[in-house]
Every structure is written in C-alpha cells, then in structure tokens.
C-alpha cells in the first residue's frame, strides 16, 4: 500500500476553515521564553493547535519543508528563517523586526511584524540613568539600528536634550567594514569590553542594548574590581528573567512587554487566518523600568542626601517619613528639607508620593489585587487614599486606569 501524498500547500489568500482547529508552528531561531509565552497564550485563547517543537534556536536546521501548517509566526534573526518565511504559502506574522545579516541595506518588506516599541524603552532608560545624578553617562552599543525604532538613538537623543553627550562603547565602529558574520566570539568582544570600562571615567552609568550585553557590563566591571552600581551603574532592556538569574545582583531593566509581543502576533495571525486585513507593523508599549540593585544609587555632594534618596527610592512601601528619613541622615528636619530641595529639585514628601504612585500603577497593570492591597503595597495606606491620589495624578480612578492598561 503506497504512503498518502503529502498535503498540498495551502494558498495564503484563501482563509482557514474554523470547522478544523488551525495547524500554527512558532520558529524563534532568536529565542525568547516571554514571547513563546504570550503564543501561547494566543493559541489557547483562539483555539489553535500550537506546534512550538522547533521553536527554540533553529539557526536554519530542521526547518519544515515538507509539511505547511495554517499560519507560522517566527522571528527572523537568521538568513535561512528569514528565507524560509519569505516563501511560506501560509499567513506569516514576525516578531521583532528583521535583523537576519543577509537582509542588511534591504528595504523593508511587506510582512506583518509586531515589536516592542524601542524607541520609548530607550527614552525611558535615558530619563532613569540622568535621575541618578551620575556626571557620566555612557552607552554599550553592540547592533546597528536599521530604523528609528531602536533604544540607542532614543537614548542619545534623551542625553542629549537634557545636555548630555554620552561615551559610547561602539563595539560595531570597532569592527567597521567587517561583515557581522566574521565579527569575533563572545570572548574576543569581552575583552574589548574589559578595556573599554577600564577607561571609563568614575562614577558612571552605562546602558546596553538588551540585557545579556548589559550582564557582560556588570560581570567585567566586577572583574576589573568595579563597585555597581556606587563606581557604575548599569541598565539594560527587554527584562528577561532567565538571563538575569546569571547576576549575583539584581539588574534595572525595561520591561518591553514580550510577551504581548507574542499575544499580538497571535492576534494578527488569527485575522489572517481568517482572511481579514491586517497592519503591517504593530508597536507594543513598554510595560515600564523595573529599578533594582545595579541602578540603586544617587550621586551628588552630599552622601546624606544621596542615601536619603535610594532610601526613598528602594523602601517607599515602607511607613517613611520626613522626620524619620532626617534622624537617619543626622540631619534636622528642616536642614534636610531645604537641602534635598536644592540637591533633588523636589520634595521629600513630593519624591515618596511619586514613588509610590508609580509603584500602585505597576501593580494595578500587572496584578489582580484588591485596591486596598494595592495602597498597602504600595505604601499608600488604604484604598481611599490610593483613589484620591491616583486620580490627581493620572487623571482617572485606579480602576478605570487598570481597565484600561489591560486592553493596550
């Protein structure tokens, strides 16, 4: 008895069946578990039967060729991926954009594309690394932006309006005129980054581009006997929880919201598959910066200032206030006062409420909590103080501002 012949390749333009539950294979050859998260959130939610068995480093190997499944979202890091999806007979949705080497000094093409909105993580990280008081800002640049969506220029732009030219570790400079695909190894550029930092001027605060060149920053500063953050304080993006779990320390980092990056993409491919139209490129907003100890510090004259600052910033849940934070610092209240003011551009009570506010927004966004948790958390006391000062703050009640948080 001779073998079934293979399923013919369906046309795109031709619309899934909702009878049958549609057949979608996930391909990250640049791999990110938040990502593969929000698919599969999207493959439950719209009944999909998810084939993620290749979904983790593909580099071009044991990418299907004789089989097509309903739809396909993928990134396309490498050539042979971004060659694959080009040619693949189903509806296609990327996620992040296209950074396979061979793609380089093309224009952009026509296949929809959801990504986490650099641009606003980068101005976010410029505005956090300037608050921190530190008279050096510096930038560990490893890919070349291919278009305005991007943290670098984002980050120097920020500097730069706020009078700041910062030092850039231009590992792409380095090695111009060398095709990314002979750039050399990790231990190669390690070293360059050791002797980039070595002559760095002292204290200083350095972003990288996502958060594995920002854990080299952190591991090469501590090699060369580098305090962090109090000598450098360093700051990365995309927030990837495996990756930070390599530090002895907790790395700040922009959440860009990956894993509704890969909701999105799911949602875009079910139009797809259902043969509606869809936008071209989707912009996630970024959840927001997420401070931990390898930005934890405040630089300037004053060291009692400086710790009053990281104190509010690190313990603002806490039942703080003026007269505890000026016994702390050894300081009168009024003497405290008048020189955060001059130090900071702000109150002490104006800094607490701020801080703690921002930490009520974040648990409303990320977590289910009762609103009188939430002004507990938060250091807010209870939820009617929570309700008046959240609503002068940002315009709208905790509750409509969590309803509306959930739906972007």
Not at 327 to 344: D, F, K, P, T
Request: overall charge neutral; glycine content about 6%.
């Amino acid at each position: 008895m001779s073998p079934p012949a293979p399923k013919a390749p369906r046309s795109p333009a031709s619309p899934v069946s909702r009878a049958a539950q549609p057949s979608v294979s996930l391909l990250l050859d640049w791999y990110h578990p938040e990502i593969h998260a929000g698919v599969v959130r999207a493959a439950r939610d719209f009944g999909w039967n998810l084939d993620d068995d290749r979904c983790r480093g593909h580099h071009g190997r044991f990418l299907p060729q004789d089989w097509m499944p309903d739809g396909v979202i993928a990134t396309t890091a490498t050539d042979p991926v971004l060659e694959w999806v080009r040619k693949v007979p189903a509806p296609v949705v990327r996620v992040m954009d296209d950074c396979a080497p061979g793609s380089e000094g093309e224009p952009a093409d026509g296949l929809p594309t959801v990504v986490p909105c650099l641009r606003e993580a980068g101005q976010m990280a410029a505005q956090h690394l300037l608050s921190l008081g530190i008279p050096n800002i510096a930038f560990y640049r490893y890919y070349r932006p291919r278009n305005d969506n991007a943290v670098f220029p984002a980050f120097m732009d920020c500097c730069r309006m706020a009078g700041i030219d910062p030092i850039i570790l231009d590992f792409p400079k380095a090695y111009a005129g060398i095709p990314h695909s002979q750039w050399p190894g990790r231990p190669a550029r390690l070293d360059w980054l050791k002797e980039q930092l070595a002559a760095l001027p002292l204290p200083c605060a350095i972003m990288a581009d996502d958060d594995r060149f920002a854990i080299d920053v952190v591991t090469e500063a501590i090699e060369l006997g580098l305090r962090v953050p109090e000598d450098i304080a360093v700051l990365g993006v995309m927030d990837m929880r495996l990756v930070h779990q390599r530090l002895p320390i907790g790395l700040s980092s922009v959440n860009v919201n990956l894993e509704q990056v890969g909701y999105e993409a799911g949602r875009k491919l079910d139009l797809l598959m259902r043969g509606e139209n869809v936008n071209r490129l989707t912009r996630v907003p970024a959840r927001g910066l997420i401070e931990r100890k390898s930005t934890s510090t405040y630089q300037c004259d004053d060291p009692r200032i400086s710790r009053t600052v990281v104190r509010i910033r690190r313990d603002h849940a806490e039942p703080l206030s003026v007269p505890v934070l000026a016994r702390e610092a050894g300081m009168s209240v009024r003497a405290l006062q008048r020189a955060y003011s001059i130090h900071c551009g702000e109150s002490i009570r104006d800094a607490l409420m701020e801080c703690r506010l921002n930490a009520a927004a974040a648990l409303l966004r990320d977590t289910d909590l009762k609103l009188e948790s939430v002004a507990c958390e938060s250091g807010l006391g209870n939820a009617t103080n929570l309700c008046r000062m959240f609503k002068k703050r940002f315009g709208r009640t905790p509750g409509a501002w969590r309803l509306k948080m959930g739906s972007v």
